[in-house]
C-alpha cells in the first residue's frame, strides 16, 4: 500500500502568518513535527512508499524527512496546483501509484490516531472511498480491498482541522495529555507524562509540575515553575522565578526572569494568545527574546569579500561620482528620496535612499551607465547591512507574496542576481533567478556575477 | 544536450537529455513544437542531469510562447536533481508537473480537446 | 506628558497622561517627575491610553512609583493599558500590584467610592 499526503499553501497561511519562523508542515505539536505523526500513521496503516504533495514550497520538509530511510520508508515529494481535484493528484502521480492502493490524506489537519491498533488490517479490508473527513481535511482509499475481513474490528480515528492558531493550541494540549499512548512522542523520561530531551539542565530548585514535554538543549534557571501543560521546544532558557503553564514555548526562545506564561504560545520575542488569536513582539530582550541562530547566506567570509570588493568599487568610481555627483544634482537631474526598506533580518527594516537619474544629458548618461545611481549604497556593504549582490530590496510595509517571511532566502543587496542574467527582465522571472543563485552562489562566483550585474547595467544604459 | 521529439495523439513530448543550462537552453527555445502557440508539448525531464536558472528561464518562455500558460507545457518525470532547482526558485508553481509521461499526455490531451 | 488635578468629592486626584515610550532613555526624568505630582497630591490615576511601549526599566519605575505613592498613604492606579503595554503587565506579575480600569474616569472616580467615613 502507498500513501499520499496532500496540503495546500492556503490551507496553512495562518501559520507563515504567526510562526514564520517554521514551515507549517513541520510546525511542532509536542515536540514533534506535525508532517511526522502523519508519516507514523502512514506506516502503521501499512505503507512502504509516502509521496508528501503540496502547491508550496517543500524544501525544508525535504531537508528534515530527507528520504525516508529513518523510518524505513520510501518517502518522495512533488507538487500540485491549488485547485487539483484527488483525481488530478492521482494522474500526476500514476507512476507512483501503480497498482496498488492509495491512500490519500488531504488537508492540514491533525489525524487522532491511536498506535495502539491495528489499521493495517482494517485498511486492506475497507471498501474504496472516503473513509474519514472534517472540515478541511479527508482520508480517501484508492483500489480493491486486498481483505474480506479485518482482523480488528475497531480501528477508530477522528480527523482535527488545524485552521487557527487556538485549534493548534488545542491539537498540542490534547497530544500532551493523552498522546503518550496514542502516539509516539520524543524524550526520555521515567515517569509518564513527562518527557526531556538531551542535554536539558534543571537547576535544584526548579518545580517540574505534569505533564510536560520538553525539546533538546534547554536550560531551566533557579526556582522557575514549568507546567502544569508546558510543553518546551529546543534552544530555549527559561530564566529564574519564572513560570510556564499551560503555554508553548517555541524553539529558539528566551524566556527573561521573574516572569509568568499562562495560557500563551510564546515564539522568539512573539508572545500569542491562543484563545483571541492576539499575537505581540517584544521589544525589550530582557523579557522574551529569540535565540538566534548563524545564517548561512550571510557568513563571516561572504561579508568580508563583499565589504572588499564595494572597496574596490567605491575607490574606483570615487573620480567619475566626484565629478559627476554635483553636476547633475545642481542640473536637478538626480532625484533622491529616502524610503524604508525590509532588511535582511526578519521584522526589520532600514532607510534607504531611492535614487532616480533623469538619464538626459551626457553626463547622467554616464553616470548610469556607470552605475553611480547606487553609489550611496556601496557604503551600506562596507558596514555589512546590504550585500554586494543580492535580492533586489523590497519596500517595507507592502504585503506581498514574496516578502521574506514566506521565501527561503531573501538579502538585500545593491546589485540584484537579475541583474546578472540576461532573460529575466521583471517580476516573478527576476526572483526565480534571485532565489536560484542565492541557493547556489558562493563568494568568489558572487564577484563574477557583480561583474555582470555591472556590464548588463552599463549596456541596458548606453544603450537608450 | 539532445532533444528526442515524439508525437501522440497530436501532442508533441520532447525528452532532454544531458545539461540544460545557458549554452544548451536556445536550443529548446528554438525547437519548433516549443515555438508554435497552438502546439501542447510534454517536456520528459527524466534524463537532464543538470539545469540552472537559464534553463528554468528557457521552460518558463517557452509556456508564455504558448496560448494557454498553464496547458501548453506540460512537465514529466523530474527526477531529485531537476525538482530541487525548481523548488529552489519557485518555478514549480507555474508548470503541472507528472510523474509519468502517459499520464501528462493523456492529461495534455484532455485539456486540449475541453478547449477546443 | 500632562498632569491634571481633579476634585473628587472633594479629595485632590492627580492624572498623568503617558505618552509614546516608557523606557530605559526616559523611566529616571520620568521617576523625578514623579516625586512633583506626588507633592500635590498621593491619589494618583496614570492615564496609558497614548502609552506605546514599555519595557522592563519603564516597568520598574511604575512599581517604584507605586511604592512612593503607599509610603505617602496614597494609591497609584491604571487605566487604558493597551494589548502591548497589558501584556507586559500580565507576564512580568506587575498586574497583581495595581488596580487597572479601563478608562482615566474609572480610575479617578474609584478614588471616590473608597471614601466612607472611617477611613479617613
Known sequence: MKTILAFRESEYAWVHEKFPCVHPLLLPLCNKPFIEFLIDFAILAGSSAVRILCDGGLGEVERYCEDGSRWGIDLSYASIHPDDSIHAMLGKNRKFCGEERVMIVSGFSFIRYDKRYDYKSFVSSMPPGEWSTCPGGRITLTGVPTKAVPDWLIADLSLMPLDSMTSYYQAS??????????????????????????????????????????????QLLGNAIIGPSAIIGSNVIIDRESSVESSIVFDNTYIGEHLEIIGRIASGNRLNDPKSGASIAMEDPHLLS?????????????KIVHACVALVIIAAFFIPFIILWPLLKLGGHWK?????????????????????????GAAAAIAVALSLDRYFRLFRVVTGQLALIGSTPLLAGESRPDAPAYVPAYLPGVFSYAEAEEWAATGGDATIVERFHLAHSNPLTDIGLVIKAFINRF?????? | MTITETSKIGIAILSLYGTLDALSAPELRNNRSIIDPEKTVV????????????????????SRQKRQPSGGIVLACMNDRVRKVFEITNAQKLFHIFDDTTAAVDFASSRQSASA | MNFTLDNIDGRLVGTARLEGRLDAQNSKPFQKTFLEWLE???????????????????????VGCLRKALENKGDLKLAGLNDKVGMVFEITKAKR???????????????????NPGTT
Not at chain 3, 498621593?42 to 502609552?51: A, Q
Not at chain 3, 474616569?105 to 478614588?111: C, H, I, L, R, T
Open chain 3, 40 to 62: 500635590k497630591t498621593p491619589l494618583l490615576v496614570f492615564d496609558c491610553t497614548l502609552l506605546d511601549f514599555i519595557d522592563t526599566s519603564g516597568l520598574g519605575a511604575i
Open chain 2, 43 to 62: 517536456i520528459d525531464l527524466q534524463q537532464v542531469d543538470f539545469i540552472d536558472s537559464s534553463g528554468i528561464g528557457a521552460i518558463v518562455s517557452a
Open chain 3, 97 to 115: 500590584l495595581f488596580s487597572i480600569f479601563a478608562s482615566q474616569a474609572d480610575a479617578a472616580s474609584s478614588f471616590a467610592s473608597e471614601l
Open chain 1, 290 to 302: 529569540g535565540i538566534k541562530k548563524n545564517r548561512h547566506l550571510r557568513s563571516l567570509p561572504r
Open chain 1, 336 to 360: 533622491s528620496s529616502p524610503a524604508s526598506f525590509l532588511a535582511e533580518r526578519t521584522d526589520e527594516t532600514m532607510p534607504l535612499a531611492k535614487v532616480e537619474v533623469d538619464a538626459s
Open chain 1, 459 to 464: 549596456q541596458e544604459k548606453s544603450t537608450i
Open chain 1, 173 to 218: 494540549m490534547e497530544t500532551l495529555k493523552t498522546g503518550e499512548s496514542r502516539y509516539v512522542l520524543p524524550g526520555y523520561g521515567d515517569e509518564p507524562e513527562c518527557a526531556f530531551g538531551r542535554n536539558v539542565v534543571i537547576s535544584k530548585s526548579v518545580e517540574i509540575r505534569k505533564p510536560v514535554s520538553i525539546g533538546n538543549n534547554v
